[in-house]
């Protein structure tokens, strides 16, 4: 780069190192790191070794090239309908059990993505929002 901002070459790809010592990583460079994992099925790892990476950094990576695909084919919309229904009631019972909640204290199922949650009704919607992206993220 001109401006005096080191730099190395990873894959044909300049990445600059910032003022304070962080790769600055081109968008390109992270589609196609990102296309190695969800197209040809190589290691989030290994990749992350190759480039001088972090792996969770490039984990994020393939994730959003996920997201930007299925955008892309209408497959997974920004917004989901979330349908709340009331739990079995062997449901109920089985998660008042397993989480001490008393049996009388109204709960709802929540289910994304096929991964289906019971939830104290008296769970504020900052910790539903919390429940929703931690399934998101599980996927």
Not at 77 to 103: C, H, K, L, R
């Amino acid at each position: 780069m001109l401006d005096g901002t080191p730099t190395r070459t990873v894959w044909g790809y300049e990445v600059a190192t910032s003022s304070t010592g962080r790769n600055v990583w081109p968008e390109a460079l992270k589609q196609v790191v990102a296309a190695k994992v969800l197209d040809e099925g190589l290691k989030a790892s290994a990749l992350a070794r190759e480039i001088k990476a972090n792996e969770t950094m490039v984990c994020r990576w393939v994730n959003d090239e996920r997201d930007r695909r299925e955008r892309q084919e209408g497959g997974s919309p920004e917004f989901v309908e979330v349908v709340i229904s009331e739990p079995q009631a062997d449901e109920t019972a089985d998660n008042a059990q397993s989480e001490g909640v008393e049996d009388h204290q109204p709960a709802f199922c929540l289910e994304l993505w096929g991964i289906r949650v019971t939830l104290s009704a008296s769970v504020s919607e900052a910790d539903i929002a919390k429940v929703i992206r931690g399934i998101r993220a599980a996927r």
